[in-house]
């Protein structure tokens, strides 16, 4: 059973960086055709994604954040984790990790709990 | 970027009743799109992908159809534990992207 859980700091202080892991259990991470990725929600309003990558492959990024954010993965480990720079109230979100359905950065069938960020002085 | 437009904002349905949502593409995304269900303060769960296929575990009173532009998930009979915020998303181009979201409330 796969399982994904995210880590890191609940409170950034805007223009900082905000750094989130995201753990992975149960198998599959190893796999390169798999691909895994990042989606964010505001309180009260819609998922949005961030990015994706496959493991040993390429990434791809939300052009609205394209500026500012990173993902990268530890491959000595099975963690993946994504960081956003000069962060301001507007990304102040729940943010899941999560892999993308049978070898492709398409639909999402497993996701992390969700870690919630604020970002507040 | 693809938007992707749901509707309506929320749905009021009684137990027992059949919902129909919709979400419709400003282009084409052939059938490459999924349906999501979350409740709150949960994580969003997978229903549909490709359009019309249900994802393992899946009741079949969940059903999608369309293509192109326009789609819809349909429930057959609502549960109570169906009562959520439903959401679409297209992964036929980057950047992937999601609807706004439907509720579907208790009437």
């Known amino acids: 059973q796969l399982q994904l859980q995210e880590s890191g700091p609940g409170l950034v202080k805007p223009s900082e960086t905000l ?5 992975v ?3 599959s991470f190893s796999r390169s055709t798999y691909c ?5 929600q505001p309180p009260g309003k819609a998922l949005e994604w961030i990015g994706s990558f496959y493991r040993g492959g390429s990434t ?10 990173t993902i990268s993965v530890d491959t000595s480990t099975n963690q993946f984790s994504v960081r956003l720079a000069s962060v301001t109230a507007a990304d102040t979100a729940v943010y899941y990790c999560a892999r993308h359905g049978r070898g492709g950065c398409y639909w999402f069938d497993d996701w992390g709990q969700g870690t919630l960020v604020t970002v507040s002085s | 970027e693809k938007v992707m437009t749901q509707s309506p904002g929320t749905l009021s349905v009684s137990p027992g009743e059949r919902a129909t949502l ?3 593409a400003s282009q084409s995304v052939n059938n490459n799109l999924a349906w999501y269900q979350q409740k709150p303060g949960q994580a969003p769960r997978l229903l549909i ?3 019309s296929t249900r994802a393992t575990g899946i009741p079949a009173r969940f059903s999608g159809s369309g293509s192109g532009t326009e789609f819809t998930l349909t429930i057959s009979s609502l549960q109570s534990e169906d009562f959520a915020v439903y959401y679409c998303q297209q992964y036929n181009d980057w950047p ?5 979201g439907t509720k579907v409330e208790i009437k």
């Open chain 2, 96 to 100: 992937r992207t999601f609807g706004q």
């Open chain 1, 19 to 23: 750094s989130l892991n995201c753990s």
């Open chain 1, 36 to 40: 895994w990725g990042w989606v964010r």
């Open chain 1, 60 to 69: 791809y990024y939300n052009p609205s954040l394209q500026s500012r954010v």
């Open chain 2, 22 to 24: 919709s979400c419709r």
């Open chain 2, 49 to 51: 992908y490709g359009a």
């Open chain 1, 25 to 27: 259990s149960g198998g």
